[in-house]
Nanobody, 122 residues
């Protein structure tokens, strides 16, 4: 499967963005999906994950209540709705996929897309 993340940009603190991850090559319904991010000078970290059916979701504590992960298997898309953005959310955001639901275990994901930059100004 190939993954293409999009939707990043520059937004003021308190604003919202919706990231999209488009899958091709194989139906996204076959995969558990995750979003991760990497800020400058920091290690890549877990943001959110969703199971193949969408029934199970997990979030990093830092984004709970502000971010929502969702998927539309019919459109082969996964989304990350980001609300109440903070400057500390500034990072490159990546989507990832695996045939098994991996949750926050980023080293277990087999497939990664290129990142999309999110910049939150104060």
């Amino acid at each position: 499967v190939q993954l293409q993340a999009s939707g990043g940009g520059l937004v003021q603190a308190g604003g919202s963005l919706r990231l999209s991850c488009a899958a091709s090559g194989r139906t996204v319904s076959s995969y558990g999906m995750g979003w991760f991010r990497q800020a400058p000078g920091k290690e890549r970290e877990f943001v959110a994950a969703i199971s193949r059916s969408g029934v199970t979701t997990d979030y990093a504590d830092s984004v709970k209540g502000r971010f929502t992960i969702s998927r539309d298997n019919a459109k082969n898309m996964v989304y990350l709705q980001m609300n109440s953005l903070k400057p500390e959310d500034t990072a490159v955001y990546y989507c990832a996929a695996d045939l098994v639901y991996r949750g926050s275990y980023q080293n277990k994901y087999d497939y990664w897309g290129q990142g999309t930059q999110v910049t939150v100004s104060s």
